[in-house]
């Protein structure tokens, strides 16, 4: 969702001189979903091996690949080089856990799954991309946004990706939140 709506949230949070970091909230966030999601499961295949040493490699092949990236990124592209960098980084070292992951403790991972919606997700923020180049106005864009967001989220149930129910307990209990704080 921060991803889809990063350009309203940075327009409506902050000023001007800071528009421009609504071209890096994705990228960032898009960072931190995939480094989150790759570590619970290789993470603890690692773990329930035994073989912590595994989990050595792809810190160090991130912090190394980062500073290198950064290095060459920065000067030509600024803070977008930062965060291109950032991803570039979480990607690789996200690819060897992987790797290692299933060399301590194998578990059948279907990764033409994980490939398809990593695709699915760089099509739709490909899309959001696109919008923010156009000055449309604030409403329908988020009208538009908004919609866009409803179909990925139709086509992941379709495609069984995830589960209506788990969708359904998750706004329940956004606004079983947000009504408790009322009271």
């Known amino acids: 969702v921060f991803c889809f709506f990063s350009e309203e949230i940075v327009k409506l949070l902050m000023t001007k001189d800071f528009y421009p970091v609504m071209y890096l909230m ?12 790759t570590s619970a499961l ?16 792809p810190s160090f092949v991130y912090l190394v690949l980062n500073i290198i990236l950064n290095f ?3 000067p030509i592209y600024g803070a977008l080089g930062a965060a291109v960098a950032l991803l570039i980084s979480g990607l690789v070292s996200s690819c060897i856990q ?25 099509t739709f923020l490909a899309i959001i991309y ?30 069984k990706k995830i589960e209506f129910s788990l969708i359904k307990n ?3 209990r956004i ?8 009271t």
């Open 42 to 57: 290789f993470k603890r295949q690692i773990m329930f091996a035994e073989k912590m040493s595994y989990a050595i490699p």
């Open 26 to 37: 994705p990228l960032i966030i898009s960072q931190i979903f995939i480094e989150n999601s």
């Open 130 to 159: 696109f919008l923010m180049l156009y000055e449309i106005s604030f409403i329908p864009k988020i009208f538009f946004k908004f919609c866009l967001n409803i179909f990925y989220l139709y086509l992941l149930i379709r495609l």
């Open 98 to 122: 992987g790797y290692l992951g299933q060399k301590a403790f194998y578990l059948p991972v279907k990764y033409l799954i994980l490939l398809s919606l990593l695709l699915l997700y760089t």
């Open 175 to 182: 606004i079983n939140i947000l009504i408790y704080k009322k």
């Open 170 to 172: 998750t706004i329940n």
């Open 72 to 74: 060459l990124l920065i």
